[in-house]
């Protein structure tokens, strides 16, 4: 029996709760700083592998040697993010800086490989006196952020596939570092893409808050424009929690002519916002830009599109038509007997 079997033991159900408690904190930092993000997860060591490492490293003193009993791994999307979330963990927590580092500064100039940045924490001080933090003040644990393409090549070459490990041939190994070069390459690219969105989605808000609407709808301009036309009117837009694809509302605004941000600001009644308080309204993106097409050319709409969704209930459209016109406007846009509609997809 180890020497360290009892301060294993009585350790271990202490890391146990510190993992589950710093993923929650990770998850919700991230959520509330609006960081995206594939995973957060943890896993906290078997006693098995505990005292094997102990054994394995003769450590002398383990309780302050051993730093990754509790790990945690964060897996952002882009390179752009990994900043960010060192920022968040480096506020959140106590970093020891004298075990932390950055994979990327370890790797010369000419090399490719293993690429992430890693942490030693400990809770902090400001965590330490309440009471689900009581007994974990003293842990130390181990934070790793990867992008999602960093973590595929780490999967792939040194946590899981053992058939990539030790000294390959060299003509094998040769093409293994040329692939992780092109992960590392798409890896800068797809953080590049994703700053030009930004800047592509923060220019578009800055034309519509100085007026200038000559842009071209899509999939970013679209929702920057409803969002900034709801603010100006002082008006709620009700929130989607599935960030689904709007590219459907682009085609049919684009079927009727609709292709700039000027036309469609054009088609929108100028009593719209008034009827929408008066009658304590309100929609999604998908339900009022499609209010707005009903309203400003029903027949076009209909004629144009093949139409998946249905028009039910509305309280804002009826008051724009007379009843007859309004009933074919039901018909118009009414389920035919026998068909099924998915609602998961409607606004």
């Not at 808000?205 to 036309?229: A, C, E, K, M, R």
């Not at 590219?247 to 916002?273: C, M, R, T």
């Not at 209010?291 to 309280?315: A, H, M, Q, S, T």
Request: hydrophobic fraction near 35%; include cysteine.
């Amino acid at each position: 029996m180890s020497k360290y079997e009892a301060w294993v033991d009585e350790t271990l159900p202490k890391h146990t709760r510190l993992t589950d408690s710093v993923v929650s904190i990770i998850e919700n930092l991230l959520k509330t700083h609006e960081i995206e993000y594939l995973t957060v997860s943890g896993r906290t060591k078997t006693k098995e592998s505990i005292l094997d490492k102990i054994e394995r490293k003769s450590y002398k003193d383990p309780a302050k040697q051993l730093t990754d009993l509790t790990g945690i791994r964060v897996v952002g999307y882009f390179e752009s993010d990994i900043s960010k979330i060192s920022n968040l963990i480096s506020s959140a927590f106590t970093v020891d800086l004298s075990n932390s580092l950055n994979q990327d500064e370890k790797l010369s100039v000419d090399q490719i490989g293993y690429r992430s940045v890693h942490f030693v924490c400990d809770i902090g001080q400001a965590r330490a006196g309440l009471p689900e933090f009581a007994n974990l003040s003293n842990l130390k644990f181990e934070i790793q952020v990867r992008t999602v393409l960093q973590h595929a090549w780490a999967e792939l070459a040194h946590d899981r596939n053992y058939k990539f490990l030790g000294k390959l041939p060299p003509e094998i190994e040769r093409k293994l570092f040329l692939y992780a070069g092109m992960l590392e390459i798409a890896d800068k690219g797809f953080s590049e893409i994703s700053s030009e969105i930004d800047s592509y989605i923060e220019k578009a808000h800055s034309d519509t808050i100085q007026g200038n609407l000559d842009y071209v709808l899509d999939s970013l301009t679209l929702p920057q424009f409803v969002d900034n036309w709801f603010k100006i009117n002082d008006l709620a837009l009700e929130h989607v929690e599935n960030k689904l694809d709007i590219k459907e509302l682009i085609f049919e605004l684009n079927s009727v002519g609709i292709i700039k941000a000027s036309e469609l600001n054009d088609a929108i009644p100028n009593d719209y916002a008034q009827k929408c308080k008066e009658k304590n309204y309100s929609s999604t993106i998908w339900g009022h830009t499609r209010d707005w097409l009903i309203i400003n050319d029903w027949r076009k709409l209909r004629e144009n599109n093949d139409i998946r969704w249905v028009l039910e209930g509305d309280e804002i459209i009826d008051s724009y038509f007379s009843a007859e016109e309004y009933e074919e406007i039901s018909i118009a846009f009414g389920l035919e007997d026998g068909d099924e509609y998915d609602w998961e997809n409607d606004y």
